[in-house]
C-alpha cells in the first residue's frame, strides 16, 4: 500500500505498511481501485455529458463513492466491493451510452473481493514509476481536492441541494488526471477550479443546513453531564442528528455532541428539544479515551471514526457512509438498535458540573453585529483578526495553535471553526466592548460562512479581504481541508500559515508556486508567526 492523502501520514512522507489512521492494506488497495474506477468512469462520463447526458443517481453515487475514500470515513472492505462493482456497472453504461471505451482498465465484473485486491495494489499512486513528480503531486493534489469537494456536495445533497455544475466538474477533474497532455499550468488551473466549485458546494450545505434547521445563534453549551441514559453523536451530519433527536424524543435518553457536532447546539431547530443536553470531550483523535469512559451509546456519522477499542465496540454505531468491520451499520436512519443500547447502558448515574462554551457565530450572528465590530476597529479598540481554524489531529506540534491563542493580544479577535478549537475552546477570553474574543463559527463545513464574514468585512472597509486586519493560521489533517485551502487560494487569499506540517504529496517545484502566487507559509513559531501577522 501507498498512500499520502493526510497530515499523519508516516514520517511525513506515506503510510506503506498500513496507515497510522488503521486503514489496512486490503482496504488501501480496495480504496486506490474505487479511485481508478471512478477515473474512468469520469472519462466516459464527461463524453457523455457534451452529448446531453444526465444521470442524477450516477451524481449521487460519485459524491458518495469518493467521499468513503476520505480519511477516517470507511474501512469496510465489504463496503468497498459494492462500491467499485457500481463503478464498474455505471462505466459499462455509459460505455455503450457513447460508444466509447474507457482509456483505463476499470472492469472489476465477476471478480471477487481477493482479485479486486489485487488489481487495486496495481493501480496506486505510484503505478506509473516515470510520472514526473509536479504533475504526480499536482494530480493527486487535484484528487484530494475532489475528495473534500465531494463530502460537501454529499452533505450538500442529503438536505436536498445539488448543482450539477458539481458532479460535472468532479468527471472534468477526475477525467483530467488521466490526460498526459496537461502540464503543470493546465492543473494548477483545474485545482484552483476545484476550490472555486468548492464554494458553490459550500453555499449549497450553507443553505440546506441554514434553511432546514435555522440560523445558528450564540448558544451557552454545557460541557458537564446530566444524570440518566445517553447517546453520544459524532461525525458532521446534521440530518442524522435531528433524526436520532426526534426519535428519541420523551424515551428518557439525553443526546450529547462530540468533536464536529459542537456547533450543532446552535440550530434552533435542534436546539428545542430538551434532551439535546451538551457537549461531551474533545476532538475525534481523543475518541478512544473519551468513549471508553462514556456510559450510553455512540453514533459516528460521517467521518472521523477510530478503531473502536474492545471496552466500547458494542456500544458504537455507524451511519451513513462511515464503516468498520463487525461495527453495527445504520443503514436506514432507523436508530432503534442505538436507541435499545443507550437504555441497557447504565448512563451517568449523577449530573456533573462542568464548564460552559459558547457557541453559534456563524455568518448571520457575526454579520448582525457588523456595525459594532466595525465602530470597535474603526475606534481602534479591536486591532486584528486571526481566523484560527481546521482540524485537530495527534501529534504534538499542534500545541503550537494552544499557544497562538494564548498570546494573542487583549485588543484582538480569534475566529475559529472545525475541529482544531478544541485545543481552545474552553479558554475564558473575555469580549471587546461584547463582542466575545473568541467565536466559534461552526464546523469545517461552515468555511463558507467564514469565507462570506471576511468578504463582508472587506466590503464594510472597501478593501480585499489581503488588506483586512485579519491573518488565517490554519490546521489541516484531511481532504476536507485540503478543499477549503483551494477555496482560499482560488478567492486569492494570501499569506496563509498552515502546519502543523505541509503535504507529503506537495512536491517542492509545487510549493513554490503556492508561495510565488499566495505567500503560503508553513507555521514557524508563536512569537514569528504573530510579528508577522501585527506587522
Ligand atoms: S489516510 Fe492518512 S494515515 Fe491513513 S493511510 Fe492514508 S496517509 Fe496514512
Redesign the pocket.
Known amino acids: 500500500m501507498f ?4 497530515e ?3 514520517k511525513g512522507k506515506g ?1 506503506d505498511k498500513v ?3 488503521g ?1 489496512q492494506p486490503d482496504v ?1 488497495a480496495l480504496q486506490d481501485l474505487l479511485i481508478h474506477g471512478v477515473k474512468g468512469m469520469s472519462y466516459l462520463a464527461n463524453e457523455a455529458g457534451k452529448k446531453g447526458f444526465k444521470d442524477a443517481q450516477m451524481d449521487k453515487f460519485l459524491f458518495e463513492a469518493v467521499f468513503s475514500t476520505l ?1 477516517n470515513v470507511d474501512f469496510d472492505p465489504a463496503r468497498f466491493e459494492i462500491l467499485i462493482a457500481k463503478c464498474s456497472e455505471y462505466s459499462t453504461k455509459l460505455s455503450k451510452e457513447t460508444g466509447v471505451n474507457s482509456p483505463v482498465d476499470c472492469s472489476c465484473s465477476g471478480k471477487n473481493l481477493g482479485e479486486l485486491v489485487a488489481f487495486g495494489e496495481k493501480v496506486g499512486i505510484n503505478a506509473d514509476e516515470n510520472l514526473n513528480e509536479d504533475i504526480r503531486s499536482l494530480r493527486e493534489l487535484l484528487i484530494y481536492g475532489l475528495k473534500g469537494l465531494a463530502a460537501y456536495a454529499d452533505h450538500a445533497g442529503i438536505l436536498g441541494q445539488t448543482d450539477e455544475v458539481i458532479a460535472s466538474f468532479m468527471y472534468e477533474g477526475f477525467a483530467a488526471t488521466l490526460d498526459d497532455s496537461l502540464g503543470v499550468n493546465e492543473l494548477v488551473g483545474l485545482v484552483l477550479k476545484c476550490g472555486e466549485i468548492n464554494i458553490r458546494a459550500m453555499e449549497l450545505l450553507d443553505a440546506g443546513n441554514t434553511g432546514t434547521y435555522g440560523h445558528p445563534i450564540p448558544t451557552e453549551v454545557p460541557l458537564g453531564a446530566k444524570k440518566g441514559k445517553a447517546i453520544l453523536v459524532s461525525g458532521h451530519d446534521l440530518k442524522d442528528l435531528a433524526m436520532l433527536l426526534e426519535q428519541t424524543d420523551g424515551k428518557g435518553i439525553n443526546i450529547y455532541t462530540h468533536g464536529e457536532m459542537l456547533p450543532t447546539h446552535g440550530y434552533p431547530e435542534l436546539k428545542k428539544y430538551s434532551h439535546f443536553h451538551g457537549h461531551y470531550g474533545t476532538a475525534w483523535q481523543n475518541q478512544v479515551k473519551e468513549f471508553k469512559a462514556f456510559p450510553g451509546a455512540i453514533l459516528m456519522t460521517t467521518n472521523c471514526i477510530q478503531k473502536p477499542n474492545e471496552s466500547y465496540q458494542p456500544n458504537i454505531f455507524t451511519t451513513g457512509l462511515v464503516g468498520w468491520p463487525g461495527v453495527t451499520h445504520i443503514a436506514d436512519k432507523d436508530f432503534t438498535p442505538v436507541i435499545e443500547k443507550a437504555l441497557s447502558l447504565p448512563g451517568f448515574d449523577a449530573d456533573t458540573e462542568g464548564k460552559k462554551v459558547m457557541v453559534g457565530f456563524a455568518r448571520n450572528s457575526v454579520l448582525g453585529v457588523a456595525d459594532k465590530i466595525i465602530e470597535a476597529v474603526k475606534g481602534d479598540a479591536l486591532k486584528h483578526f486571526f481566523l484560527v481554524g481546521g482540524c485537530d489531529g495527534a501529534k504534538p506540534g499542534r500545541n503550537y495553535y494552544t499557544d497562538f491563542v494564548d498570546q494573542v493580544p487583549q485588543d484582538c479577535v480569534v475566529l475559529t471553526l472545525a475541529c482544531g478549537k478544541f485545543r481552545f475552546f474552553d479558554k475564558e477570553m473575555g469580549d471587546i466592548g461584547g463582542i466575545p474574543r473568541l467565536l466559534d463559527v461552526g464546523q469545517c463545513n461552515d468555511a463558507y460562512s467564514a469565507v462570506q464574514i471576511a468578504l463582508a468585512l472587506a466590503n464594510a472597509f472597501d478593501c480585499g479581504v489581503n488588506d483586512l486586519p485579519l491573518s488565517f493560521i490554519l490546521s489541516w489533517y484531511e481532504q476536507k481541508a485540503v478543499v477549503i485551502l483551494l477555496s482560499l487560494l482560488h478567492l486569492g487569499i494570501k499569506n496563509i500559515k498552515l502546519g502543523p506540517s505541509l503535504p507529503a504529496f506537495i512536491s517542492p517545484n509545487v510549493l513554490n508556486v503556492l508561495v510565488e502566487n499566495f505567500n503560503i507559509a508553513p507555521i514557524s513559531t508563536v512569537e514569528e508567526d504573530m510579528k508577522a501577522c501585527l506587522g
Do not use: R
Open positions: 498512500c499520502y492523502q493526510c499523519q501520514t508516516a503510510c496507515g497510522i489512521c486503514k488501501a480519511t
